[in-house]
């Protein structure tokens, strides 16, 4: 498997990005989960769309996380974030993920790698 392109990596980038400032639009409360660099390509998308999105995350409409080294820590994370979320009065919830890239040096975006949308 190739590495991805930066045109492809680009189009994640705006749809992610896409996808959460349209939840935190609607009221949603959003959750990003990816590796820093598509955090950070992510989020200095939205701040140029999204003025607010300092407010976002400190009001935790938006949570950033990194994935857990397990995929029971994981879920757990996933279980408590929304629930968390539920409590605090959230009807809707929207949740982006890019896929972990292989652990190895140098590893690749794995098969199947993409932007996931509304949940």
Request: aromatic share 4%; charged share 25%; glycine share 6%.
């Amino acid at each position: 498997m190739s590495a991805p392109s930066i045109a492809s990596d680009q189009a994640l980038t705006r749809q992610a990005a896409s996808l959460i400032a349209n939840g935190l639009d609607a009221g949603s409360v959003c959750m990003l989960a990816a590796e820093r660099r598509v955090r950070e390509r992510v989020l200095t998308r939205l701040a140029r769309r999204r003025a607010a999105l300092r407010s976002d995350l400190g009001v935790k409409r938006l949570l950033v996380s990194e994935y857990a080294k397990t995929a029971a820590s994981q879920l757990k994370f996933w279980a408590t974030a929304f629930a968390a979320a539920t409590r605090a009065g959230a009807r809707t919830l929207h949740v982006v993920a890019t896929c972990p890239r292989d652990p190895r040096p140098g590893g690749r975006l794995r098969p199947g790698a993409r932007v996931r949308g509304r949940v």
